[in-house]
């Protein structure tokens, strides 16, 4: 059964806000103050939390730290390699940004077709020839990309890794890509985003 | 009534995939040749453009220049104006990709805290120091901005644009930001969703 998305997201969520807790020395947080820095209830995080087999006690709250194991076995991403394609403005500025801030997954491998772009390291990210994708994501054992090309090649891009073994797309480019079910795609079209807000704050 | 998100971002989308269209010179579609273009069935296409008063025929379908019109009179964001705040490698990378790509808005002020990053001109948009925020903010009528600071200092900066007269943002940061109902915010962590994809890559 495919876990719910939100409840995903949710998981993901609590586990920042703790591991920044946790390092700042924290032992322990209650339901509704864990609910002050996330946007679920007390309520809400107490079920999630439940179900990862994780018990607070009334006195005490939960343990952070046992908190954070239990997450990571639930969600079981832990250390995830992580590639990208396309080495713009875009590709480099998230490579820099996930590799200097977070601690459970890093971008290893870059891929473009440019020659410039291509046998460079940044942010502790090397960079390849996009037609040595496939060599590179099975050493690599990647399943996750972050598509940030220009929005004509998109879709064939996507064809082609999903070939290589891909299962998931973080996809920037303004496009819906059409894969096959089994694949999963998130989009997210930073200029659709803008225009979304843009809309509220008018209305 | 303030109208559905989900909705919004589908017409949204149209609006995009429209244009497009147009641009390459064709003149008419049908709501099922929409559908194959974005991730909207025929007959939500259908409801959500019977909304707008827009009608297709039979024969021909939609008028794709009257659509995109009714669209815009829809939205009603045409040439809207957006700041973006931190003018690290993301901030600048953010304006470089939607003024390069978008008709409909543009990112017209930059602002940061730091001498060397004030007072220079990226991709068509000038850059101030953060303390001129409220002065150009209102000179410009910006009601929506791009979050793009660093996450200790996110909840304070957004705070301080809200009571300049922002209505709307787009927070890049990696917190959740505790602000009054009436301010619209659309969070877009880059990490959790690298992460949300990551896991149902694997699930």
């Known amino acids: 059964m495919r876990r719910s998305e939100k409840k995903i997201e949710r998981i993901i969520n609590y586990r920042r806000v703790l591991v920044k807790l946790d390092r700042n020395g924290q032992p322990n947080i209650f339901s509704h103050q864990l609910s002050a820095l996330t946007n679920a209830t007390p309520a809400q995080i107490r079920r999630d939390l439940m179900e990862m087999e994780t018990t607070g006690s009334p006195a005490h709250g939960y343990v952070i730290k046992e908190l ?35 601690e459970n997954l890093k971008i290893t491998a870059g891929f473009d077709i440019q020659p410039e772009k291509v046998d460079r390291v940044v942010a502790g990210c090397h960079s390849y020839h996009l037609r040595e994708f496939e060599k590179i994501a099975k050493k690599e054992n990647i399943k996750t990309v972050i598509l940030t090309v220009p929005v004509r090649v998109a879709q064939d891009v996507a064809e082609e890794i999903i070939k290589a073994g891909v299962k998931g797309i973080l996809n920037y480019a303004p496009i819906n890509l059409h894969l096959p079910d089994n694949i999963y795609v998130e989009n997210r079209d930073m200029i659709a985003a803008v225009e979304k807000v843009a809309y509220f704050s008018e209305h």
Chains 1, 2 share one sequence.
């Not at 076995?73 to 200097?100: F, P, Q, S, T």
């Open 68 to 102: 954070i194991a239990s997450i990571n076995d639930y969600i079981g991403v832990d250390k995830e390699k992580v590639a990208i394609i396309g080495l713009g403005n875009l590709g480099k500025a998230i490579i820099n940004y996930v590799n200097g801030s977070s």
